[in-house]
């Protein structure tokens, strides 16, 4: 994932008397909530067998250094199973309760995986070594793969690939627990926290082998507590608030902006979820030529699935039939199907798309409905954002070339198959560039012409 959104989740963590102690990792629920979140080892936040009493925390947010403190009572907790007077630390997680401030509502909201033999991770720490040495505030990488999983105690062994003198690796490491160790995945993904890096007590870093705690020991403390829970990596986005900006940013006319904008808290307030716009999470995997890791949360996804649900509204489709709309031109009642391609990597090109839905056979495998418009998402911006029926027909028959017959199964080229399944394509991107209008109505007949022109 994004080095730069683990940075921005990164904590430095002080002992009341500003000694650095450790590191943590920023949990920020999405919503009006109170309270934010700092994960880090247990041992971190012992002196003298003891839960200390006031912490103080150092972040880097928009390169600036930020400064904040403990600041609720009994906000300090230690995971259940944590024996502190045990040689090896086990269970060795812990959450921190602080008051949400306002600066910490514009950073990325992290989710919880689960930690796979011969993954890759990245983290951010802070070593007490650079710190000593340079004498300033320095965040530095935690690179490694993990090697062995167990989900007996609930821990892996991190094979570390940090840069470190082998006389003195031990005390390198120092200050690194406590830090976030994260899934590396695509950058338009939520961060996927595995686990809390824990080098501590009992421990020596043999061939650079170290303890990371599953990620899912953070949610006992929580569940204990009554706290507010990370959402599983895999489990679709609880609400569309995190898109929201995103969704309106393409439009420059401010008027419109505000009336999408006001339109979209809406929906959020209403409580209209991801989970509502699709039959099943299984189906965001047949994605034609996707390449993002998770899709299911993928940011640039759902944010055009949040324009499309806008757009869907200035057209008069019900909020009940936004998972399978349709929409009347000329007449006709024409179904409106939504997909994403090249996730976060490559370049798509038009042609290359309709081949992926040609050999994912969406053209005659009924993914796609009859004479629908297919409204695509993708993250590389587009020279060619829209291709009418008549051309999408042309491209398949080029495509297939003289294996048409056996390939398309009677699929007539020009007209579709039996004169049904015409299918034609328009980038999410073209249909909010022509709400920059004065207003809703003078959009909505500006949507109408956009769409009547590409089933042509």
């Known amino acids: ?42 041992h971190v936040i012992m002196h003298n067998e003891r839960v200390e009493k006031k912490l103080k925390f150092k972040m880097l947010v928009d390169d600036e250094e930020v400064d904040f403190e403990t600041d609720v009572e009994d906000s300090i907790k230690c995971h259940d199973s944590y024996d502190k007077n045990s040689d090896i630390k086990e269970y060795d997680v812990a959450v921190i309760k602080v008051l949400k401030k306002d600066w910490m509502k514009n950073l990325p909201t992290l989710t919880i995986g689960k930690p796979k033999e011969n993954e890759n991770i990245n983290g951010q720490g802070y070593p007490i070594s650079a710190h000593e040495e340079k004498l300033q505030f320095a965040m530095l990488p935690l690179n490694g793969v993990i090697r062995t999983c167990s989900d007996k105690y609930m821990r892996s062994q991190l094979q570390l690939s940090n840069e470190l003198n082998p ?51 953070l949610r006992d403390i929580c569940k204990k507590n009554g706290w507010e829970e990370p959402e599983d990596a895999l489990q679709l986005p609880g609400s569309f608030e995190p898109y929201a900006y995103g969704a309106t940013r393409i439009i420059e006319n401010e008027n419109t902006r ?91 090109k038009i042609a290359e798309v309709v081949r992926s839905i040609v050999d994912k056979e969406y053209v005659l495998g009924g993914k796609f409905r009859e004479n629908a418009i297919l409204v695509w998402a993708s993250l590389d911006k587009q020279n060619t954002k829209v291709m009418k029926r008549s051309e999408f027909n042309n491209v398949v028959r080029d495509i297939c070339g003289e294996e048409v017959t056996y390939r398309l199964k009677g699929y007539d080229t020009l007209y579709g198959e039996s004169g049904t399944n015409n299918l034609s394509i328009i980038h999410i991107d073209e249909l909010m560039k022509v709400l920059d209008a004065k207003d809703i109505e003078s959009s909505t007949n500006n949507l109408l012409e956009v769409l009547r022109d590409v089933i042509r």
């Open 1 to 42: 994932m994004s080095v730069i959104k683990i940075k921005q989740l990164a904590v430095l963590i002080r002992n009341e008397n500003g000694a650095i102690i450790g590191s943590g990792t920023l949990f920020v629920p999405r919503g009006d909530g109170l309270h934010a979140y700092i994960y880090t080892a247990s």
């Open 167 to 217: 006389m003195e690796h031990d005390e390198e490491l120092k200050g690194y627990s406590g830090a976030g160790v994260y899934e590396v995945s695509g950058d338009q993904t939520d961060p996927v926290l595995l686990g809390i890096f824990s080098f501590g007590q009992g421990q020596q870093a043999v061939q650079k082998l170290t303890n990371i705690f599953y990620s899912d020991l």
């Open 258 to 348: 505000n009336q999408i904008k006001d339109l979209i808290d809406y929906f959020i307030k209403i409580g209209i979820k991801p989970s509502d716009l699709i039959d099943s999470k299984d189906s965001l995997h047949d994605i034609p030529r996707c390449n993002n890791k998770d899709r299911t949360r993928c940011e640039a996804c759902w944010t055009a699935r949040l324009q499309l649900i806008s757009i869907l509204a200035i057209l008069r489709v019900k909020i009940e039939e936004f998972n399978d709309p349709q929409i009347d031109i000329n007449t006709h009642r024409i179904p409106i199907d939504f997909f994403c391609s090249e996730g976060s990597e490559g370049e798509s």
